[in-house]
């Protein structure tokens, strides 16, 4: 295609993914990497309840989901992995949310493993899990109403860490879809909130921060510490703007049961540990070991964990003591033991199971905060319930500068911000282009050019029979990284136009690239998101648009001359 001036004003038209029926109500779904929970708002109410999927507290169930050996799901949360321990039946994933942090190739492709070994797709498994939490939720929505509620009737809000790709976003839209949230894929009743973002809105900004200053989220979940930096424009209404791209990594609480695990493995060799792990006793470990991360102080009290469900996969005459003594020897260590099951460590070397994954944390908010100096930061997540964690970041960035705030209950802070999201969507005044985004383009062969002199030209016949060399793949910039984006802000291109005789659509070919910008979409760094392809004769043009949505981006192509309009999910691949 090329540019030439358009030849008609373009009609705007209704936007048809916009369910006209406002939503009963609002509910969220935070599916973390340990916990899973939901919470909802009635139109019209500002009362906001959060519950935990198959029960009744206002807390999250854990993120484990059973699938019987056909794939149908047999328990979610604390059901599932009792239902396991018990039986040691069935399919059990734990911490496949993780799978999503580094997708590339082919996403619905990536396979989740069972504990027993067997394979199944990650998208079936997430699916389900959101599934069952929607089912969930419609029971309790329902239950107030006298004819109960549909999917369609409501506004859903899906939680994700910040520093997700496009491409595990657009992963969690399809798995929402799949679990029947939303009946087209594309569409606006479901909305992606970022977690730490919504953490941020539960947070009483309004309340704390004044106009113009800036402040940081600090979402320590289970699998990714999930970092936002915005400034406040004003606080009713709530506006904010972003001041950094988010960031983050996977250092949430898992990673300090990781060493954990790392610690069983060495106690016990590695053929008892992969015997241990194939069992359901591993998970009794695992919940064990829970009461004791979850309960660490920053004082000197010594720890005590209770071994015994690994004493039943022990090779005979193997005793719990004697491979004690053996890991004291071996890595000058002075456990002790209490009875034939329980061990007893010291302060010291219980908080060494934190120590690596809470010095990323600081490390990485101090590089942050030496470009960007905040006023406030918010911790939140359940890591933040941690008091060994609140200690560390007060301690190392409290001042009358900068003030460190825990709310209360951090866990269910994202949950009940991506409520209020929900209900206003347009908190986010302004986003910070993660990318530069940009599309395919052809232009006609200037050997004047330097650019054009490193390409090789495709001669091309025009409609009018002229041959006429032109360079491809030049790559036509629409937002560059690091602009400011205003909400909803929309990026166009218009007058592109067919380049040779026959030629009957026009297939916009989207990029994005870290680089602030490349002269050709076949630039290592770009990677194709999207393509919109829209009918276009040659004696008509076409317009290419973009619009930033809250988290998402859309693309449309118009023609120009007949208004025909196609909007495409970018497909993130
Ligand atoms: N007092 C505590 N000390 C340490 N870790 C804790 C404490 N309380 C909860 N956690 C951990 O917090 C994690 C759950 O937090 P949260 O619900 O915010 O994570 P998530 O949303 O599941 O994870 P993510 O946001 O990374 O996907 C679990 O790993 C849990 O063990
Ligand atoms: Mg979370």
Known sequence: MSKRKASKPILSQPDTKRPDAKPTVTIAI?????????????AGSDVIEAKQPGGQDARKTLTNILLNDDGSLAAFGYDARRQYSETGEGLFFSNYKMLLSNVDGAAGETMAQALNGKRVRLMDVISKTIKYV?????????????????ANECQWVLTIPAIWSDKAKGFMREAAYRAGLIEEQDSRRLLLALEPESAAICCDIGQLVTAGQSFMVLDTGGGTVDITMNRLQSSSPLRLHEVQAPSGGPWGST????????????????????????????????????NVKTSQTADESTRTLNFSPMLEVLEDGVKLTDLVDTYNKTHGASLKMRGRS????DAAFARRFFKNTMEKIVTHCEHL????????????GGFAESELLQSLIKSRFDSPRCKVIVPVRPSLAVLRGAVLFGVNQDVFASRVARFTYGFATSCQYDPALPLHSIATPRV???ADGRKVPYVDDIFAPLVKVGDKLPAGHVASRSGMCTVQKGQTEIGFRIYAT?????NFTTDNSARQIGTATIACKADQSAEIKLEFGATEISARAYNEITGEKVQVQLRYD
């Open 514 to 518: 870290p680089l602030g910008s490349i």
């Open 460 to 462: 091309l016949e025009q």
């Open 255 to 290: 990673f300090v049961d990781n060493r954990f695990e790392e610690f069983v493995g060495d106690l016990v060799g590695q053929k008892s540990f992969d015997a241990l792990k194939a069992t359901a006793y591993w998970i009794e470990l695992l919940e064990n070991w829970e």
């Open 134 to 150: 929607k089912d969930e939720a419609l029971k309790e929505c329902g239950r107030a109403l006298p004819n109960g509620v549909r």
């Open 342 to 345: 329980t061990i007893v460590m």
């Open 30 to 42: 935070d599916f973390g990497t340990a916990g899973t929970g939901y919470a909802y708002c009635f």
């Open 369 to 380: 905060l030496g470009s960007d100096p905040v006023s406030y930061i918010f911790l939140v």
